[in-house]
C-alpha cells in the first residue's frame, strides 16, 4: 500500500502559478504511475496529468498542455505538478493517485490510491 499527501493548493490570480505537491509512504514510490485528477464543484473528476514510475513519460489533458509539467523525484518519493498561467476554469480539488499498472492511464478508476485532495482556486 502507499498513503499519498497533496499540499501546495491555495489562492491565485488568473495568470499566477501553483506548485502542487504529493509526497508518498509506505510501499517503493518507484513501482507506482501517478497522477493528477481534478474535480469542480458539481462536476465529475477529470484526468490532469500522468507520469510512469521511472518519469520517461508524461501524459496531459488537452486544456493543461503547454501550461502545466508533472515530475517526479523517486529518491524524495514525491510527484509534482507545476501549473503556470492558471485560469479561474482551473479551479477545483486536486487528487493525486498512484496505481501500478504497467500502462499510465487517464481513467480514474484503474488507480488505486489516492490522497485527500488540495484545493486550487483561481480568481479572474
Known amino acids: 500500500q502507499v498513503q499519498l499527501v497533496e499540499s501546495g493548493g491555495g489562492l491565485v490570480q488568473a495568470g499566477g502559478s501553483l506548485r502542487l505537491s504529493c509526497a508518498a509512504s509506505?510501499?517503493?514510490?518507484?513501482?507506482?504511475?501517478m497522477g493528477w485528477f481534478r474535480q469542480a464543484p458539481g462536476k465529475e473528476r477529470e484526468f490532469v496529468s500522468g507520469?510512469?514510475?521511472?518519469?520517461?513519460?508524461?501524459h496531459y489533458a488537452d486544456s493543461v498542455k503547454g501550461r502545466f509539467t508533472i515530475s517526479r523525484d523517486n529518491a524524495k518519493s514525491t510527484v509534482y505538478l507545476q501549473m503556470n498561467s492558471l485560469k479561474p476554469e482551473d479551479t477545483a480539488v486536486y487528487y493525486c493517485?498512484?496505481?501500478?499498472?504497467?500502462?499510465?492511464?487517464?481513467?480514474?478508476?484503474?488507480?488505486?490510491?489516492w490522497g485527500q485532495g488540495t484545493q486550487v482556486t483561481v480568481s479572474s
Open positions: 493517485a498512484a496505481d501500478d499498472s504497467f500502462y499510465v492511464y487517464r481513467n480514474d478508476w484503474m488507480y488505486d490510491y
Open positions: 509506505g510501499r517503493t514510490f518507484s513501482t507506482y504511475n
Open positions: 507520469i510512469s514510475k521511472s518519469g520517461d513519460k508524461t
